[in-house]
């Protein structure tokens, strides 16, 4: 079976998020009011050939956390995509 | 004596070295503060490179909101020269001043290298006095030099002449070899190259002056358009 | 370690310093002063291990406008411009985090440098790693490099050298020390002193989080344990700092166009120790008290404690002293470069104590009349931290080491695959950093030292340039650190003379091990003394320098690893030196005492060569001193005269050190895409012992070059022949220059793309 | 109230993503086999004060598509997250 999972990768609690303050700060002069706490963050998309949902966050879980986070100042999470699901 | 402006937005670090180019070659350069809403009384503007915005979100996706952006916008309705060099030109296409994207090096690291470019076009403000298929060694710096565009907008800028300068060896992915582009009228030009940075042999190359040269005699030929 | 029994252990604090403590208060200091003493008096902030022993540095000369101690050492140029340069290690924090551990240290860096009223002008990396062979190692490379990158060009500061090592002893401890120079128009030197009671300490730049929270004592004070995921890790993770450049160049723009008005009267970076550091510095230099207010400080996270707050190292923050009635101008000119300024600290009189003296007392306030958190002296904060005399101690195997000395080894295998061995080409680095800004790089990256015009905005016309070289030899150091840092700095000083300039100042940054190993405390010593012989010998003041110690991994301390920083001049920089491309037809000369001073005259200890094959013994080689003063001051003044604008046969310039001189030569054919064809060498060793004071010089008129150095009284002799599309040297090396090429080139790049 | 909101940026179909590329390359050496189609993406969190998801959505969405995404080479979609929501 083909999963679709998804991986979001964010900064950790307390870790300083300058992107996110940048664009937070923008935000009223381009007229967007009442945003607060942006948070910027990656997501990785992908296939994985396994034989379980199971399975396939398990082994999304780990490449999330080895390969493409660096536990150190980032926290990553996988799930299923329902709506990619192939 | 021609008055050019160069428009500073805060992350903006190539505004001196524009600006001592433009010296060098007899215009008056004055730095323009990203806040500016009125450009009248000057000649020609350029966005210099640097990281607008710390470059944050994506290169240009919040400089483009600058209020200084949409004088610019009418300046090159206009027909004013404008020139975007780096993060000004990845500024001009986030701004829709010029078509397509720029997108992350194919090889996914900054590059700091000369380049060999090859002038393919003489209808732009920028490459007005360079000779086609003359060959320029100007230096690249940048991390989204990849230009990027749909079918559609690459056939209208072949088939319209607008693709002024391309890589002899293309360095980071750009479709078509592209280096720098211009607008419909030839007076809004963008590149990633540094002209700016190949104004003496002392620093490894002049071939910036033909192109510098070119825009600065610019003000004259954009009104002939 | 097992875990520390009382508070003052867990701040890193012995049982003595808390008594010392107790003394200086007269009292006992309750858990936010405790916390103060804790940050100050670590390794990282106070020296204590190593001051002592910096004392014994020459630090004067007639041109150096501010020495040691300050945020950066200082010289007068010329032409009414000062240079400010300095050197930082940010070691430990970048083998937690590559990427945000080397930005963080490009920063720190700036910051020191803009302290002083300079505007940072450019930025070099020596860079220490284990070997390429392992996954983690190319983890870190990629991310430390990509730190400096990404931080570096987008504050907008090229970065224009640096050095790049490979050696297993610095596998779970890699090294990354960051340079900075800078320039400023003489009169605007500033200084980070506190004075004019009344006066505002005004917080500029980022708000404050719990970023790198003992992250001094806790980060750069205490070794590792071997295994890189160990739980002494995890602890130390939440105090990882994250780099923000777009604050940082606003930062740098508004102190700048501050100190422009002359709104400013003292002003300080916060790096280590954060507020605490920046407000006890300030006002132990000025001799005055300061009252701070926690409350007063923008925070980034809610529920932050007075000692988070004061000891945070949360980054692109300065603090400002500015008179009251500055204020509103100083907060005008801040929001336009959209930099936060907030007043949390004043000058206040010292304090009378009961025993009639006057000290300078920082005080930490809830609000500036609310209680009195915290009321230290300042300078039992900044200066008097115990200093440790800790006991030094020759490694008592290094007879041994000595004794097995490489240079007589039978020569094994084949020449032309030793010379290929050793040549590598940091252009994967080096191309990721903007090399170029402020149209002032005449020599950039991957010569022997780069050439920088010494011109910048603001500052007065000049047509002087300002030369750059770091330089470090481990494997030398290791066999002998006296010794092997003298002739490190000696060099910086040939690099130097390879593009005309004369040097005018060192810093150092002195990477070593842990100061509680008696061995370790000896080297560091040693080195001292090596760099103090050689600065004496040479004529040059040490302006600036930075101690980095427990280097170490699973107990074992990195090969002692001081970085030597040369600043010179070119007074007259009109013409690019030739650099390393010859042409067909030049005649090959080594120019310099060809062989080394004693009875071995190509030594091979230390050496690459002998390293690679697993030989790390022996004893070092050095030339022969009255040949290397007349050779470095001909080489100096030939390549000056051709910045200049003279005419000269001098076509191509070149030091002969790592790898020897089969190395030097094979970069020069490599870049230059010409081979040479050379007379068989003296002997097998001399393609690649390193000893210092050799250059090779291509000319087209090889008698008048010759008699010029003659006159000079520099020994030369005539190696061969440029041209062809092969280096030969007699019937021991033939290669082709493709191979030489692509060796070279593909070093790096292949290694660091290894899929295992 | 106060809604989080995560939108997530993702390159158009047909446009080159390097970076997931790269990442696709390197996971057999790592041990990670089976995985496939590797596409790099951005995600940003944040709180959006609204009087109804309806708002709530609308609003960042038009955040999404006038600045935190490139139409020329992006997707931007929003959507309520229910963990973070406040
Ligand atoms: N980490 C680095 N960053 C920038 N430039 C570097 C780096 N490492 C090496 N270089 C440059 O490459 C060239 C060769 O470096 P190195 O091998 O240390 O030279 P040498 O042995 O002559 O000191 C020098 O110009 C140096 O500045
Ligand atoms: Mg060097």
Redesign the pocket.
């Known amino acids: 079976m083909n999963y679709s999972v998804i991986v979001d990768v964010s900064l950790r609690q307390g870790i300083a998020d300058p992107e996110g303050a940048t664009i937070e700060r923008a935000l009223p002069a381009l007229g967007f009011y009442g945003v607060t706490d942006v948070k910027a963050g990656k997501s990785f998309r992908m296939m994985i050939d396994a034989d379980s949902e199971a399975e396939a966050l398990e082994r999304a879980t780990a490449l999330a956390e080895r390969l493409l986070s660096n536990p150190v100042i980032e926290d990553a999470t996988a799930r299923l995509s329902g709506v990619h699901a192939s | 004596m021609t008055r050019v402006g160069v428009v500073v937005f805060p992350g903006s670090n190539c505004e001196y070295d524009a600006a001592s180019a433009m010296g060098m070659l007899g215009a008056t350069a004055e730095l323009v503060w990203h806040s500016t809403t009125d450009l009248t009384g000057y000649d020609a503007i350029i966005l210099p490179g640097g990281f607008a915005h710390g470059d944050y979100l994506r290169p240009g996706a919040l400089a483009r909101f600058s209020p200084v952006m949409e004088a610019v916008g009418r300046f090159a309705n206009d027909g004013g020269a404008v020139l975007g060099i780096c993060n000004g030109f990845q500024v001009l296409t986030e701004a829709g001043l010029l078509p397509g994207a720029l997108q992350k090096n194919r090889g996914l690291t900054f590059l700091c290298q000369p380049t060999t470019l090859i002038v393919t076009s003489q209808a732009s403000v920028l490459t007005s006095q360079a000779t086609l298929d003359q060959e320029l060694v100007i230096p690249i710096n940048h991390f989204s030099g990849a230009y990027t565009c749909d079918d559609a907008t690459y056939d209208e800028l072949v088939a319209n002449d607008r693709i002024v300068l391309t890589y002899k060896d293309n360095p980071n992915g750009s479709r078509g070899d592209i280096a720098g582009i211009a607008n419909e009228r030839g007076n809004v030009v963008g590149l990633m190259p540094h002209p700016e940075r190949a104004m003496s042999t002392l620093l490894g190359s002049d071939d910036g002056q033909v192109l510098l040269k070119s825009f600065l005699t610019a003000p004259v030929a954009s009104l002939a358009l | 370690m097992n875990p520390p029994a009382s508070l003052h252990g867990a701040l890193g604090l012995s049982d003595d310093e808390f008594e010392e403590i107790r003394v200086v208060l007269g009292r006992d200091p309750n858990h936010l002063e405790l916390a103060l003493f804790g940050v100050m008096w670590s390794e990282h902030c106070s020296y204590k291990s190593s001051r002592l022993h910096l004392r014994r540095l020459p630090t004067t000369g007639p041109h150096v406008l501010v020495g040691p101690g300050e945020n950066a050492g200082v010289i007068d140029a010329g032409d009414g411009i000062a240079v400010a340069i300095r050197i930082e290690s940010h070691n430990h924090p970048s083998a937690i985090e590559p990427y945000q551990g080397a930005a963080t240290g490009v920063g720190g860096i700036l910051r020191d440098i803009f302290t002083m009223g300079a505007r940072p002008l450019a930025v070099m990396d020596p860079l220490f790693f284990g070997e390429l062979t392992d996954a983690r190692q190319r983890w870190l490379v990629e991310g430390v490099v990509s730190g400096i990158s990404g931080y570096g060009n987008s504050v907008g500061v090229p970065t224009i050298g640096g050095?790049l090592t490979f050696d297993d002893c610095y596998s779970s401890n890699p090294l990354v020390n960051v340079l900075c120079v800078g320039a400023l128009p003489k009169e605007r030197l500033v200084l980070g002193i506190a004075s004019g009671i009344g006066n505002l300490a005004v917080l500029l730049g980022s708000r404050t989080g719990r970023d790198g929270i003992g992250g001094v004592s806790v980060l750069a004070s205490a070794g590792f344990s071997g295994d890189d995921a160990g739980a002494g890790d995890d602890a130390k993770r939440p105090s990882v700092q994250v780099g923000d450049p777009y604050e940082e160049k606003r930062l740098i723009e508004a102190c700048l166009e501050l100190l422009d008005c002359g709104y400013v009267v003292g002003i300080q970076d916060l790096g280590g120790a954060g507020l605490v550091c920046a407000t006890s510095e300030t006002a132990a230099r000025g001799g005055v008290g300061m009252d701070v207010d926690v409350t007063a400080v923008p925070l980034r996270e809610q529920g932050m404690a007075p000692y988070e707050i004061m000891t945070s190292e949360s980054q692109e923050r300065m603090l400002a002293i500015i008179t009251p009635e500055n204020l509103d101008a100083v907060q005008a000119l801040c929001e336009k470069w959209e930099v936060r300024a907030s007043v949390v600290g004043r000058v206040v009189e010292p304090v009378i104590g009961s025993d009639g003296v006057a000290r300078a007392m920082l005080r930490i306030r809830d609000g500036f009349d609310g209680e009195i958190l915290a009321n230290v002296s300042a300078s039992a904060l900044a200066d008097e931290a115990p200093l440790y005399d800790r006991p030094r101690e020759r490694p008592t195997d290094l007879d041994a080491v000595h004794a097995d000395d490489p240079t007589f080894d039978e020569p094994v295998g084949s020449p032309n695959d030793d010379a290929l061995d050793l040549l590598v080409d940091p252009a994967w680095v080096y191309r990721q950093y903007d090399s170029q800004l402020f149209l002032n790089t005449v020599v950039g990256p991957g010569r022997d030292a780069a050439l920088l015009r010494l011109a910048g905005p603001g500052l007065p016309a000049s047509q002087r340039g300002i030369a750059l070289?770091?330089?470090s030899n481990p494997r030398w150091c290791a066999l002998d650190p006296k010794l092997g840092t003298a002739l490190t700095v000696v060099e910086g000083v040939m690099?130097l003379a390879c593009v005309g300039a004369t040097a005018k100042a060192v810093v150092n940054c002195l990477n070593f091990g842990n100061p509680e190993h008696s061995e370790v405390m000896w080297q560091l010593s040693e080195s001292i003394d090596g760099m103090t012989d050689a600065c004496n010998d040479l004529g040059l003041p040490v302006i600036g320098g930075n101690v980095s110690l427990y280097n170490e991994s699973a107990g074992a301390d990195i090969d002692p690893t001081p970085v030597i920083g040369l600043l010179g001049v070119v007074d007259e920089l009109v013409a690019a030196p030739p650099g390393w491309n010859w042409r067909a037809g030049d005649s090959l000369v080594l120019v310099g005492a060809r062989h080394a001073d004693g009875e071995r005259p190509f030594p091979l200890a230390g050496s690459r060569w002998a390293t690679r094959r697993g030989r790390r013994g022996g004893t070092l080689g050095s030339p022969e001193r009255e040949a290397l003063h007349a050779t470095l001051d001909f080489v100096t003044r030939e390549v000056a005269s051709i910045c200049a604008g003279g005419v000269s046969d001098v076509t191509a310039v070149h030091d002969v050190l790592g790898g020897g001189l089969v190395t030097a030569i094979a970069e020069m054919a490599a870049v230059t895409n010409i081979g040479a064809v050379l007379d068989e060498f003296e002997a097998h060793g001399e393609l690649f012992s390193e000893f210092p004071g050799r250059f090779v010089v291509a000319t087209s008129g090889v008698e008048a070059f010759a008699r010029r150095a003659v006159a000079a009284g520099v020994p030369v002799a005539v190696l061969g022949t440029c041209g062809g599309d092969a280096l030969i040297i007699g019937s021991t090396i033939n290669l082709s220059v493709e191979e030489i090429t692509a060796r070279r080139e593909g070093a790096l790049v292949d290694a660091l793309e290894a899929t295992n």
Do not use: I, P
Request: charged letters at 40%.
């Open positions: 050095e070289s770091t330089d690099n």
